[in-house]
């Protein structure tokens, strides 16, 4: 029988490991957002990678029909729409003709690679401010692209339209409302469905769809609202190989497939799951037709991603057996299903799915770490009771290593990680931030605090007017949960988080006495601030999650860490870009500031060529790197290997 090699002893926190930041980092195609949209035309597949050691542009790839990897946008280009903020629905394809948003100008470009052209812009410049476009559709008999557009005036709000683009012309074809998105096409181009929306909602809240015929012009008539609504969100109108519109509703208060059948809507497999994925960014697809019977689909239950066909006469649903727990960006074409698809303990990949056969390939993404899996935490679901008598949940990752174990009588440090959003959810994908940390010894709590999507709408919903509350409960927690069944040491407790996730790691930091330390990244500390000077996208978000301002200024001035600085004191790192136009520099500033003035230990790492999010390979290094000596200070243990804390960060 083999013999099992006895791991060595030594300190949590202080474990070698086989994951330097540097390896996080050049393996950044790994972490769940270096792949994202997919679009197919004819044989050829297509998509979005980030390249984060070209100064973090990015490029759509292509896959011809011999297998063949391209990239299939000009070099030097990067590919990038700013509308929203966050962008998505980059681009699309057609007739080997790429149409895509160049992030320099964001104007609509088109460009034949095969043919040797100059890209081509398509979008005018306007005559004063800038456009953005986003999501955008093909319409070849007329020969334009429809698409939202977003115009920026040079003083005041933007404002968003459905328009059609043709070269060198744009023509606005729906307006009025405060966002558009999703525009679909009917197969014989004689219909047009899209989802709109309005202050103070985020689409997520609820939102409408409409239905409109086209003239022969490709004019909208005879428009109307068909689903939808202040209190239901619609998701992915998308039209199947018989003209039949379908959408995800969460009518019922989970978000499932329904079929319009010209004067009402109907639920194709109604069950406790969600087929949706909050609309932060564009473009995002759940689900697509096998044939005009066979629908194939995503859907999440209790924090796992499921592959499935639906028969879409009988309802039936049937799973399809695929090793990846994160699905996203779903397109089918025939027999054949293309995903981005990761696992606890499988990097995040670009997928093709063969229906008959059952077999799956990887097509693109990272080669398997050369470690090999062995040395990966897998995520433990937990459920633990939280404050109002409510249940949260979270994925556990104990400190794992191949070779290292704990000392006798010890309990590892714990990392809280609360996730941004704060409408979104953690993933089960391989993430090498996390593994960075557990193979050095620390335990990861990734918290599904209330408001998190994927649990159902009344889930997402109980952090409605209690955001700064709920999701800091829910963190405090899990915590303590960990620390009582002996998970965790109680003495050497942390919390991280990023954007809204910052924020729900400086209110614990301010308003509890349970973590010792905190690693803020572009977090928010005034909600006020966040209220009056955010984008147009989120700008009445914190009506919804914490109450109309300036009517309830009094509880945006409770829930704001920066007026109560006197209550933190624990040591913090912050990280912040200094172009991020979404938690602008001065939230950071204000908080270092008024520590500093206290005495508190607190470290500040800027990065100018950063906005909301890293995405250069050498500031993500350096912020791990900053990050770690961080704690190793705090809880008293030298990492293995690793640049001194000097180095790397300056108080």
């Known amino acids: 029988m083999p013999v099992t090699p006895q791991k060595r002893k030594a300190p949590f926190g202080a474990w070698p490991s086989p994951m330097a930041a540097a390896d996080v980092v050049a393996r950044s195609t790994e972490l769940r957002h270096g792949l994202g949209q997919m679009a197919l035309d004819g044989d050829d597949v297509y998509w979005i990678e980030g390249r984060p050691h070209e100064g973090g542009r990015n490029i759509v790839g292509r896959r011809d029909a011999h297998g063949r990897l391209h990239d299939a946008s000009p070099p030097g ?24 948003v160049a992030e320099a100008d964001q104007r609509i470009c088109a460009w034949n690679a095969r043919s040797g052209a100059l890209p081509t812009p398509w979008s005018p410049l306007p005559e004063s401010g800038t456009d953005r476009f986003a999501d955008l559709v093909v319409d070849p008999p007329r020969n334009r692209l429809l698409c939202i557009r977003e115009h920026h005036p040079r003083s005041g709000e933007a404002s968003n339209a459905l328009v059609a683009v043709t070269r060198g012309a744009v023509t606005t074809i729906a307006s009025g409302a405060d966002f558009y998105a999703s525009p679909a096409l009917s197969p014989d181009g004689s219909r047009l469905a899209w989802l709109q929306w309005n202050h103070p909602n985020m689409p997520w809240d609820g939102c409408e769809l409409w239905l409109a015929e086209l003239d022969e012009r490709g004019t909208p008539t005879a428009a109307r609202c068909i689903a939808g609504g202040m209190q239901e969100s619609i998701f992915q109108p998308t039209w199947s190989p018989d003209a039949l519109l379908y959408f995800v509703s969460d009518r019922s208060g989970w978000a499932n497939l329904y079929r319009w059948d010209g004067d009402s809507a109907h639920a194709v497999c109604p069950m406790a799951a969600e087929f949706a994925a ?8 759940t689900f697509g037709f096998a044939s005009a019977t066979v629908a194939v689909c995503a859907f999440t239950s209790g924090g796992f991603w499921r592959l499935a066909t639906i028969d879409l006469a009988s309802g039936e649903l049937n799973g399809i057996p695929v090793p990846h727990s994160d699905i996203a960006h779903l397109r089918v074409a025939g027999r054949k299903v293309y995903y981005r698809g990761g696992a606890p303990t499988l990097a995040t990949s670009l997928i093709e799915l063969d229906l008959d056969s059952g077999a799956f390939a990887t097509f693109r993404g990272p080669e398997p770490h050369r470690l090999g899996v062995g040395i990966f935490s897998a995520p433990e679901p937990i459920e633990f009771p939280s404050s109002g008598g409510s249940t949260a949940r979270g994925f556990l990752y104990p400190p794992h290593n191949e070779s290292y174990t704990g000392e006798p009588g010890t309990r590892p440090p714990l990392i809280v990680i609360s996730h941004g959003g704060p409408t979104a959810a953690a993933s089960t994908a391989l993430d090498l931030k996390i593994q960075f940390w557990t193979t050095r010894g620390f335990a990861v709590l990734d918290v599904n605090y209330r408001g998190s999507t994927g649990f159902g709408r009344a889930y997402r919903e109980a952090l409605n007017g209690a955001w700064g509350c709920a999701d800091v409960d829910d963190c ?57 000077d955010t984008h147009k996208f989120e700008s009445h978000y914190t009506d919804t999650l914490v109450g109309p301002y300036p009517e309830r200024r009094d509880l945006y001035r409770e829930r704001s860490p920066i007026h109560f600085i006197d209550r933190l004191a624990c040591p913090l790192i912050i990280f912040q870009g200094l172009q991020d136009e979404i938690v602008p520099p001065s939230q950071s500033e204000s908080v270092v500031t008024a520590l500093r003035a206290k005495g508190i230990a607190v470290e500040y790492l800027t990065f100018a060529d950063e906005g909301h999010g890293f995405r250069h390979a050498s500031n993500g290094r350096r912020a791990l790197e900053a990050e770690l000596a961080f704690y190793a200070r705090l809880f008293g243990f030298t990492p293995a290997g690793e640049p001194s804390a000097a180095a790397v960060a300056a108080p």
């Open 77 to 100: 280009i990067s590919v990038r729409t700013l509308a929203h903020e966050y962008g998505g629905g980059d681009f699309t394809a057609a007739s080997g003709v790429l149409y895509y």
């Open 278 to 285: 909050p609309q932060w960014v564009f473009g995002e697809s």
């Open 476 to 532: 405090v927690a899990g915590a303590l949960y960990l620390v009582a069944r002996g998970s965790a040491d109680p003495d050497r407790l942390a919390i991280r988080g990023s954007s809204a996730g910052g924020y729900t790691c400086l209110c614990a930091l301010t308003f509890h006495d349970v973590f010792h330390a905190g690693a803020c990244y572009y977090g928010v500390s005034d909600l006020e601030a966040l209220a009056r």
